[in-house]
């Protein structure tokens, strides 16, 4: 979507490179939204059995993310000083109006 709107961005594999604590306390302040909401709820976090009460300030997101890079939502777009999870993918839309 961005490349058929000329749009240049940065694409960050972080399951070859992970991101580190900063980045991830980076993101998770530019985000709206608690957190918690840069966890996916797959299988891989149902077979991890993640106590709910884990997810309720950031310290715990980075440290369950930083252990389990693949439960991070993805892609998040970052621009501008926001920061949003294109989950559906159009959403990424979203920042190119700001």
Known sequence: MLEERGVEFDTIEYLKEPLDRTTLESILHLLDGPAADLIRRDTTFEELDVDPARLLDTRSV?????????????????????????R??????DLLDT
């Not at 930083?66 to 999870?85: D, F, N, S």
């Not at 559906?88 to 839309?93: F, K, R, T, V, Y």
């Open 62 to 86: 980075v440290d369950l993310l930083l252990e389990y890079p693949t439960l991070m939502q993805r892609p998040i777009g970052v621009r501008g000083g926001r920061a949003i999870i294109a």
């Open 88 to 93: 559906p993918a159009d959403l990424i839309l």
